[in-house]
């Protein structure tokens, strides 16, 4: 009998954490997104590192906050990397209801990114499906990582013409945009051991970007998320 009601209190007890856990990510959710409708980029950094600390990712678990509309707006963790560079998290705001498609060209709108050098990892897949929705890949509620890697613009074929100049190959263009502000960290918060969300190479290199389906294989633990490598 007294085990019995020592199972019910704990129970209470893990219900009321869980309550209070849901709260505080509610108005963090919300302290975000007015940071990002302001334009307040060092404060939405701040807040979304407290999230992920929180372990507000796209799991269908307690701590998570799902988000069963897919016309409401949510916020993203957005991670940029060509062969050089990587940024993120970047706070980006996407509708669970979108396409591949339209993702692509909201990027190419605000960054100048052409959307044929764009790739999309959601998830833990490849996006191939242009016309699939991001929900479609588990993207339905703020906190989840989204990865956008660059592939190398084609070289355009030189005109064969009288005029020498014109066989002349143009060079690369460099289209990692500069104007993305960098992730301020709050040394106020514990990091959380291990990660939450992996580095940006360690995801993006577990893929074969030119291969249509790419699959990212079951955790070994929490530390080594990722194993393989790209290679473009």
């Known amino acids: 009998m007294n085990a019995s009601k020592g199972s019910l ?16 990510v509610a108005q963090i959710m919300e302290q975000l ?15 979304a590192k407290e999230l992920a600390i929180r372990k507000v990712a796209c799991t269908l678990n307690r701590s998570g906050i799902p988000n069963n509309n897919t016309n409401s707006p949510i916020i993203a963790y957005l991670y940029i990397e060509d062969r050089h560079t990587h940024k993120g998290p970047i706070p980006f705001q996407v509708y669970p209801s979108m396409s591949v498609n339209m993702l692509k060209l909201k990027v190419e709108k605000e960054f100048s990114i052409p959307s044929d050098m764009q790739k999309w990892i959601l998830g833990k897949t490849l996006a191939t ?33 009288d005029n020498p100049q014109n066989n002349i190959m ?16 709050d040394n106020n918060l514990q990091p959380l051991e291990p990660l939450l969300i992996p580095e940006t190479s360690d995801t993006i290199h577990a893929f074969d970007l030119h291969s249509d389906t790419n699959v990212i294989p079951e955790e070994v633990d929490n ?6 490598h790209i290679s473009i």
């Not at 209190?9 to 505080?24: E, F, G, I, P, S």
């Not at 997104?33 to 807040?47: D, F, N, T, W």
């Not at 143009?170 to 960290?185: H, K």
Request: proline share 8%.
């Open 9 to 24: 209190v704990l129970n209470q007890m893990k219900r009321n954490n869980l309550m209070a856990d849901d709260t505080r």
């Open 33 to 47: 997104e007015v940071a990002i409708a302001y334009g307040q980029h060092k404060r939405a950094a701040v807040l």
């Open 129 to 161: 499906n242009l016309s699939a929705s991001l929900a479609t890949y588990g993207i339905t509620c703020s906190g989840c990582p989204i990865f956008l890697y660059l592939l190398p613009e084609e070289p355009k074929h030189a005109i064969i013409a």
């Open 170 to 185: 143009p060079q690369n263009e460099e289209w990692f945009p500069n104007d993305i502000p960098a992730p301020i960290l």
């Open 223 to 228: 530390v080594h998320f990722f194993g393989n």
